[in-house]
């Protein structure tokens, strides 16, 4: 479907039908054709007689076995007491052996069953079409795509929950309630096994459940792989996603049905209460009703972002503090669970909770105690990390805060504000920490036509302005609004009309943990493979972007039509067509620092390398008029280099930053980036520089981006593409055609009255 409209305007998506064509109908076909078959097998075997002979036969079987055990206890040889072996181990040692012997006996009967042979198996099926129709289908811009583990994988987590729920809470119900649905638990009042061992066999039976279950993705992942002809599995990204992703949710599910036939002690009864308690968190992050993932009791982050690169630190603590969070919160509820676990024939809600001082021991008060002590730290933790330090809102919150803004400041949209000339820039990239140190010395110029008393600066979160300084001469604030994270300064001297300025920042901008968003990265700060923005240097004045651009959400808080953007008609020269209000076509400079080993990128020409104390420094002069856009990326880079000659004979170098083992498509990425300077140059002149880098980064960080003679190009846009067969659209060509454009088009040219 994605596929289909993806393309479609926002008019289109509202009024057009789906067409029943291409993958679309493939889709409906394949799984319409399975359903008829499954249906047509049953018709042609189901028959009642059979099934009735089937149980008589097991019956029989039970029955037989049961005797011949019988007879073998008799004809055992009595045995003298100087034969009696004295068994020295503690009692809770052996009852603790017993309970992982029948948990896994346990196990064993379940997973022997053609019930859940068969559910295995369909789910094992749904899960590989569905990543294999990912892999076989180009969409999104990007056509197909090798079978690489963060890609193939997110893509699956849907299925597998929907349906994997399912399983686990059916057949963990199931295997709990098997003593009474053979009418064995008449017999365990007289057994002398206690009650923590009977339970913790069934956990144990159903810990085995859901480990199979969450392996059906992985094994799902490895058949589209190796069907493929692909062999270069991630096993690390696997481990990550099977073990802080899949197992915790399925874990979570077993739990909460264990709780369920714990208080309830109904099967069918149990089954549907832990199925609706699991479906329900989905349900509610589908339509956003709860969007704080910390309430979302058994649904995970399904949007992964994982990378060849080593870029998804956040993400993997993120899974761990959520893991521990709701697994001791479960694991609680387990030991309460036990204390009110049927026994025998004792079903009765009112029997068991006058059971329940006889259940309450040390031993299981200190378990509780435990994993209270753990969900309150992960809690806390969470809370700290999500809530306050990362400041998260609800979306109706932010569009809140957004109206606010816009009410609060409007009144100074046009106030005049400089514009930066030239910027020689410093930024000092801390990987590891996920934080940057950065200053900046910019020329500034007053194009308005009146004074400007005021200097407003309006900064990204995370981002804190440590001091600035005009004309060498340090300011002070005097307002701030940390809410709206806006700065105002007065002047020591007015800026008039025309007059020049030296203003200089210094800023920071640290990161800490994770966020409520389920698959932005909070910081693009990462381990390897950053990327720091334009976003990260404060804007001056009013910031347009803030404002609420739908005109419903703009009426529900009393706000009218939007304002528009200042009229660039006003323009002077050609340097005022700019993307940005705060800069004309700038020159300067830009110093990047980053850990030795990797490679800092930014646009213009590299004058400068120097490694000083486990730090390397890359320094860029920017010759070339270009709008005020300054993009830096860093990572332990491989690089690939060609050369291309203009028609006037000027050598240009194009340099391929990868991923080291990215290795698919250098030789095309060079091609089309030869072919697409050459038409270029025919119809708009000369590349304007020497050097054409194009760099890859994360999966999913950034979109495309070119800015001055650097092309910013994400993981999956080009990268990892399967050319193994030709493919329907180019789209390496047409992408690295369009970025080589853009060095031109919105940096070199602006469009006439």
Same mark, same amino acid.
């Given at each position: 479907?994605?596929?289909?409209?993806?393309?479609?305007?926002?008019?289109?998506?509202?009024?057009?039908?789906?067409?029943?064509?291409?993958?679309?109908?493939?889709?409906?076909?394949?799984? =319409?054709?399975?359903?008829?078959?499954?249906?047509?097998?049953?018709?042609?075997?189901?028959?009642?007689?059979? *099934?009735?002979?089937?149980?008589?036969?097991?019956?029989?079987?039970?029955?037989?076995?049961?005797?011949?055990?019988?007879?073998?206890? &008799?004809?055992?040889?009595?045995?003298?007491?100087?034969?009696?072996?004295?068994?020295?181990?503690?009692?809770?040692?052996?009852?603790?052996?017993?309970?992982?012997?029948?948990?896994?006996?346990? *196990?064993?009967?379940?997973?022997?069953?053609?019930?859940?042979?068969?559910?295995?198996?369909?789910?094992?099926?749904?899960?590989?079409?569905?990543?294999?129709?990912? =892999?076989?289908?180009?969409?999104?811009?990007?056509?197909?795509?090798?079978?690489?583990?963060?890609?193939?994988?997110? +893509?699956?987590?849907?299925?597998?929950?929907?349906?994997?729920?399912?399983?686990?809470?059916?057949?963990?119900? %199931?295997?709990?309630?098997?003593?009474?649905?053979?009418?064995?638990?008449?017999?365990?009042?007289?057994?002398?096994?206690?009650?923590?061992?009977?339970?913790?066999?069934?956990?144990?039976?159903?810990?085995?459940?859901?480990?199979?279950?969450?392996?059906?993705?992985?094994?799902?992942?490895?058949?589209?792989?190796?069907?493929?002809?692909?062999?270069?599995?991630?096993?690390?990204?696997?481990?990550?996603?099977?073990?802080?992703?899949?197992?915790?949710?399925?874990?979570?599910?077993?739990?909460?049905?264990?709780?369920?036939?714990?208080?309830?002690?109904?099967?069918?009864?149990?089954?549907?209460?832990?199925?609706?308690?699991?479906?329900?968190?989905?349900?509610?992050?589908?339509?956003?009703?709860?969007?704080?993932?910390?309430?979302?009791?058994?649904?995970? *982050?399904?949007?992964?972002?994982?990378?060849?690169?080593?870029?998804?630190?956040?993400?993997?603590?993120?899974?761990?503090?959520?893991?521990?969070?709701?697994? &001791?919160?479960?694991?609680?509820?387990?030991?309460?669970?036990?204390?009110?676990?049927?026994?025998?024939?004792?079903?009765?809600?009112?029997?068991?909770?006058?059971?329940? +001082?006889?259940?309450?021991?040390?031993?299981?008060?200190?378990?509780?105690?435990?994993?209270?002590?753990?969900?309150?730290?992960?809690?806390?933790?969470?809370?700290?990390?999500?809530?306050?330090?990362?400041?998260? +809102?609800?979306?109706?919150e932010m569009r809140a805060e957004k109206a606010e803004y816009e009410k609060k400041y409007a009144v100074n949209r046009y106030q005049p504000?400089?514009?930066?000339?030239?910027?020689?820039?410093?930024?000092?990239?801390?990987?590891?920490?996920?934080?940057?140190?950065?200053?900046?010395? *910019?020329?500034?110029?007053?194009?308005?036509?009146?004074?400007?008393?005021?200097?407003?600066?309006?900064?990204?979160?995370?981002?804190?302005?440590?001091?600035?300084?005009?004309?060498?001469?340090?300011?002070?604030?005097?307002?701030?609004?940390? =809410?709206?994270?806006? =700065?105002?300064?007065?002047?020591?001297?007015?800026?008039?009309?025309?007059?020049?300025?030296?203003?200089?920042?210094?800023?920071?901008?640290?990161? $800490?943990?994770?966020?409520?968003?389920?698959?932005?990265?909070?910081?693009?700060? /990462?381990?390897?493979?950053?990327?720091?923005?334009?976003?990260?240097?404060?804007?001056?004045?009013?910031?347009?972007?803030?404002?609420?651009?739908?005109?419903?959400?703009?009426?529900?808080?009393?706000?009218?039509?939007?304002?528009?953007?200042?009229?660039?008609?006003?323009?002077?020269?050609?340097?005022?067509?700019?993307?940005?209000?705060?800069?004309?076509?700038?020159?300067?400079?830009?110093?990047?620092?980053?850990?030795?080993?990797?490679?800092?990128?930014?646009?213009?020409?590299?004058?400068?390398?120097?490694?000083?104390?486990?730090?390397?420094?890359?320094?860029? %002069?920017?010759?070339?008029?270009?709008?005020?856009?300054?993009?830096?990326?860093?990572?332990?880079?491989?690089?690939?280099?060609?050369?291309?000659?203009?028609?006037?004979?000027?050598?240009?170098?194009?340099?391929?930053?990868?991923?080291?083992? $990215?290795?698919?498509?250098?030789?095309?990425?060079?091609?089309?980036?030869?072919?697409?300077?050459?038409?270029?140059?025919?119809?708009?002149?000369?590349?304007?520089?020497?050097?054409?880098?194009?760099?890859?980064?994360?999966?999913?960080?950034?979109?495309?981006?070119?800015?001055?003679?650097?092309?910013?190009?994400?993981?999956?846009?080009?990268?990892?593409?399967?050319?193994?067969?030709?493919?329907?659209?180019?789209?390496?060509?047409?992408?690295?055609?369009?970025? /080589?454009?853009?060095?031109?088009?919105?940096?070199?040219?602006?469009?006439?009255?």
């Amino acid at each position: 479907v994605e596929g289909q409209i993806y393309y479609w305007t926002a008019e289109e998506r509202a009024e057009r039908f789906l067409a029943l064509e291409g993958a679309l109908l493939q889709n409906r076909v394949l799984y =319409v054709s399975i359903a008829f078959l499954i249906l047509l097998f049953a018709y042609l075997k189901f028959d009642v007689c059979r *099934f009735l002979q089937a149980a008589k036969g097991r019956e029989a079987k039970i029955a037989s076995k049961a005797a011949r055990a019988v007879t073998a206890r &008799s004809n055992e040889q009595s045995v003298t007491p100087e034969e009696v072996e004295v068994n020295n181990t503690p009692s809770w040692v052996y009852w603790l052996r017993n309970a992982f012997s029948s948990g896994w006996k346990a *196990f064993g009967v379940v997973a022997a069953d053609k019930a859940f042979v068969i559910a295995i198996f369909t789910l094992l099926l749904m899960v590989t079409l569905s990543g294999w129709s990912l =892999v076989l289908k180009e969409f999104d811009a990007a056509g197909q795509l090798l079978p690489k583990d963060f890609l193939v994988m997110p +893509k699956l987590m849907y299925p597998t929950l929907l349906f994997g729920l399912v399983g686990a809470v059916f057949f963990s119900i %199931e295997l709990c309630a098997r003593e009474k649905t053979y009418h064995m638990n008449e017999l365990i009042d007289a057994c002398p096994v206690p009650t923590w061992s009977m339970m913790l066999g069934k956990l144990i039976g159903v810990v085995l459940l859901s480990v199979v279950i969450a392996l059906v993705p992985v094994v799902s992942v490895l058949m589209i792989q190796f069907g493929t002809g692909y062999f270069e599995p991630n096993w690390g990204n696997l481990a990550n996603l099977t073990l802080l992703v899949l197992m915790p949710i399925m874990l979570i599910y077993v739990l909460i049905s264990i709780f369920t036939f714990g208080v309830l002690h109904n099967k069918a009864l149990s089954q549907g209460v832990a199925i609706i308690l699991c479906i329900t968190p989905a349900i509610f992050n589908e339509v956003s009703t709860v969007e704080n993932y910390m309430l979302l009791w058994a649904w995970p *982050f399904p949007a992964t972002q994982f990378s060849d690169f080593e870029s998804d630190g956040q993400f993997i603590e993120r899974y761990q503090m959520f893991a521990a969070y709701w697994l &001791s919160f479960y694991l609680l509820l387990s030991v309460v669970a036990y204390w009110l676990w049927p026994r025998g024939t004792a079903g009765g809600v009112a029997k068991r909770m006058a059971d329940l +001082k006889s259940r309450f021991g040390l031993a299981s008060g200190l378990l509780a105690a435990a994993f209270g002590m753990v969900f309150v730290w992960s809690s806390t933790t969470i809370y700290q990390t999500m809530m306050i330090q990362n400041d998260f +809102k609800t979306r109706d919150e932010m569009r809140a805060e957004k109206a606010e803004y816009e009410k609060k400041y409007a009144v100074n949209r046009y106030q005049p504000q400089p514009k930066i000339s030239v910027a020689n820039l410093q930024v000092d990239l801390f990987p590891a920490e996920q934080r940057a140190d950065y200053s900046g010395n *910019f020329t500034v110029v007053n194009k308005s036509n009146s004074a400007i008393n005021r200097l407003i600066l309006e900064h990204a979160e995370d981002v804190s302005i440590k001091a600035v300084s005009v004309n060498n001469g340090g300011v002070e604030a005097s307002e701030v609004d940390p =809410v709206h994270r806006r =700065v105002e300064y007065s002047l020591p001297q007015s800026l008039e009309v025309g007059d020049v300025a030296q203003l200089k920042l210094k800023m920071e901008v640290d990161y $800490h943990g994770f966020t409520n968003d389920d698959d932005s990265y909070n910081s693009t700060i /990462v381990g390897d493979g950053s990327y720091f923005g334009s976003t990260m240097w404060p804007t001056f004045g009013y910031d347009r972007g803030r404002e609420l651009d739908l005109s419903g959400i703009r009426s529900e808080f009393g706000l009218g039509e939007r304002k528009p953007a200042q009229n660039a008609g006003s323009a002077r020269t050609a340097a005022d067509f700019s993307l940005s209000d705060d800069a004309d076509f700038v020159m300067g400079k830009i110093t990047v620092i980053t850990d030795e080993g990797q490679i800092a990128l930014a646009p213009g020409k590299l004058v400068g390398i120097s490694t000083k104390n486990g730090r390397s420094s890359f320094t860029y %002069e920017q010759r070339v008029m270009t709008p005020w856009n300054m993009q830096v990326v860093s990572a332990q880079y491989a690089v690939d280099k060609t050369a291309w000659t203009t028609a006037l004979g000027k050598i240009v170098t194009i340099e391929i930053y990868h991923h080291p083992e $990215h290795i698919y498509n250098l030789e095309r990425f060079k091609g089309a980036a030869k072919s697409a300077l050459v038409d270029a140059e025919k119809l708009w002149g000369e590349f304007p520089y020497n050097t054409l880098r194009i760099a890859e980064v994360p999966n999913a960080m950034v979109d495309e981006l070119t800015t001055g003679n650097l092309i910013i190009v994400p993981e999956n846009k080009g990268w990892v593409q399967d050319y193994n067969s030709k493919p329907d659209v180019d789209w390496i060509t047409y992408q690295v055609a369009r970025d /080589v454009a853009r060095v031109w088009w919105g940096q070199q040219l602006a469009v006439a009255d």
